[in-house]
């Protein structure tokens, strides 16, 4: 005899299908997410002085740092502003506009970068000046 052909179960067996795979590719997704890491920059932004085109390109790197943050494809750990008068460190990332308005100043100093970069060795270094 002649199996009935049932198109209900079908229905529900694909159902079924459907949703353990979808279910398995989210737990694999959210799984992903937590074990493999962010990566986590230190930022330094030297603010000696350059010209307003150079800091619009300083700025706009940081921009795409900074989004970069958002997205979580990377941490901003630590954004620290370097200028002749010292240090400035934030916990937080500064917006990209409060970076663009940011004033640069004072002379540029190679013994200061020296400095900085033995200091913050794994820091990446947004400047106009190199």
Not at 67 to 79: A, E
Request: proline share 5%; hydrophobic share 40%; glycine share 4%.
């Amino acid at each position: 005899m002649r199996e009935q052909y049932n198109p209900m179960a079908l229905n529900s067996a694909l159902l079924k299908t459907l949703g353990a795979g979808g279910l398995s590719f989210l737990i694999t997704g959210l799984l992903l997410h937590w074990v493999i890491p962010r990566p986590e920059v230190t930022l330094l932004i030297d603010r000696s002085y350059c010209s307003e085109a150079e800091w619009q390109r300083v700025a706009a790197a940081y921009s795409d740092l900074y989004h970069q943050h958002q997205r979580r494809q990377l941490r901003l750990k630590l954004v620290v502003l370097a200028s002749p008068l010292g240090l400035e460190h934030l916990s937080e990332p500064p917006s990209p506009q409060t970076v663009q308005q940011l004033s640069s100043y004072g002379r540029f100093d190679q013994n200061q970068r020296a400095t900085l970069q033995s200091t913050f060795s794994t820091a990446e270094i947004l400047s106009c000046h190199f």
